[in-house]
């Protein structure tokens, strides 16, 4: 999955999230279907870029409400 608005770093998503930013989680391709709710995996940047963290999030109704790790 990943952050909406493409956060080039995990601390640039901790900080938007601290700052009240609602920022949703998507799945691209629609392969599997998107988590809207409990602990979920994001990645960033998105492709085609290569991929340099990785983030344990917590969802609620598909928006990022807290970064775990």
């Known amino acids: 999955m990943y952050a909406e608005g493409n956060p080039k770093t995990k601390k640039a998503l901790k900080e938007a999230i601290a700052a ?3 920022i949703g989680a998507f799945q691209p391709g ?3 279907p998107a988590k809207t ?3 979920a995996t994001i ?3 998105h492709y ?3 991929h340099r963290w990785y983030a344990s999030v917590l969802l ?3 928006i990022i409400v ?3 790790s």
Do not use: F, Q
């Open 60 to 62: 609620k109704d598909g």
């Open 48 to 50: 085609p870029k290569p």
């Open 20 to 22: 009240g930013k609602e």
């Open 30 to 32: 629609g392969i599997w």
């Open 37 to 39: 709710d409990g602990k």
């Open 66 to 68: 807290k970064v775990l």
């Open 43 to 45: 990645e960033g940047p």
